[in-house]
């Protein structure tokens, strides 16, 4: 899904779906790279929509993937998305569970954010329960990278700097709170109940966290619900392929996104309730993967963590609602449209909603 931590933003694209396949074919070409110097339109296969922040090409027969902006995630300048994302990718590649990033097209003509060249991932979306232990090691082969200095963690965000990354988190979900209001959002009132009550306990924790000890602070994905992944046929490991919103947090909050039943049922591809048995297997095979003090670290944070995301989830569902009601996203899939739109009302509704919270309380460990 979209982010859930994600500033604010309009959600009508930057740029339009439909892109000048001559002209990206040209563009490619200048790269001087042997898998495009004799690239043609014909060999740029667009790939099925996933989500609403980019286009991917598919370089027939050239393991490559052309990742196509439609709009800038954090803000910023128009160059800046690009780089950004450039850097996302960079920052996790050393962790070997990624995409390798091949190039990095800057913004001109077909492409007004620019795009960038990255390693296509042969395999299949997961299948869970039984691929929970790839993305487990996946993500516990990120948050194990080292940590850079504050100095060298720019243009990535970083919650370090921002209170810890309980307190970055709750001010994401304050920010939120002005879409309640909107008629749009159409928040039923036993549900703004509760979302309310959980923005009170988040306030508590935010507090309590400034107090004591921080969550540990690592690189992770934020974005990191299972549709997001590939599992390699080759070997059956997890890659994460979606970082544009990869920064410097806790990785207590990836886990919980990869596991609660608002990310497990998200994606169109990737449908699964899972059992509190298996919650607990994903949880324990990161921990065996995982540095054991960044385990040891990571462990009081589990449950309240999974608490928080998946508050950080549903106060984005309400705001998604209430700005997509006035502003479309333009050129959005229509497929893709409606299935957000039917998860977020599934979400919002005050049944679903009660159960949704007693999974985000389950102890993972």
């Known amino acids: 899904m979209p982010p859930p931590d994600a500033t604010p ?49 598919r370089l027939a027969g050239r393991g490559l993937v052309l990742r196509v902006p439609l709009r800038q995630p954090w803000g910023g300048t128009t160059p800046d998305v690009v780089h950004y994302e450039a850097a996302c990718f960079a920052r996790a590649e050393p962790s070997g569970a990624t995409p390798r990033l091949v190039a990095t097209v800057e913004p001109g003509p077909g492409l007004p ?38 100095e060298e963690r720019a243009p990535l965000p970083d919650h370090g700097a921002q209170g810890g ?23 039923p009132p036993d549900s703004r109940r509760l979302i309310e009550a959980e923005m009170e306990w988040a306030r508590s924790l935010a507090a309590s966290a400034a107090e004591k000890a921080q969550p540990p602070l690592t690189l992770v994905g934020t974005d990191t619900h299972p549709g997001n992944f590939v599992v390699r046929g080759e070997d059956g490991a997890a890659v994460f392929v979606d970082l544009e919103k990869t ?78 009601a006035e502003r479309p996203p333009a050129g959005m899939d229509a497929r893709l449209s409606a299935h957000i739109a039917g998860r977020i009302a599934a979400f919002l509704e005050p049944e679903t909603l009660a159960a949704l919270r007693e999974a985000a309380l389950l102890d993972p460990i």
């Open 9 to 57: 933003t309009s959600t009508a694209p930057t740029a339009g779906r439909d892109h000048d396949r001559a002209t990206i074919a040209a563009r490619l070409r200048t790269l001087k790279l042997p898998a495009t110097r004799d690239l043609t339109s014909d060999a740029l296969a667009a790939m099925p929509a996933k989500g609403v922040a980019h286009r991917h090409y």
């Open 113 to 150: 954010l620019g795009a960038l060249l990255v390693e296509e991932i042969a395999g299949h979306a997961p299948r869970l329960p039984a691929d929970l232990p790839a993305i487990a090691t996946a993500l516990a082969q990120l948050h194990s990278l080292p940590l850079p200095s504050p």
């Open 165 to 187: 990354p309980v307190a970055a988190t709750v001010a994401v979900i304050e920010s939120q709170r002005p879409y309640f209001d909107s008629p749009a959002a159409a928040l």
């Open 247 to 324: 920064l410097y947090g806790a990785p207590a909050i990836d886990l919980a996104h990869a596991s609660l039943p608002t990310s497990t049922t998200w994606d169109i591809e990737v449908q699964a309730t899972l059992s509190p048995a298996e919650v607990r297997a994903f949880y324990a095979a990161w921990q065996d993967a995982a540095p054991p003090e960044l385990a040891d670290a990571t462990a009081p944070w589990l449950r309240p963590c999974r608490r928080l995301t998946w508050l950080r989830t549903i106060v984005w569902c309400a705001r998604w609602r209430a700005v997509s």
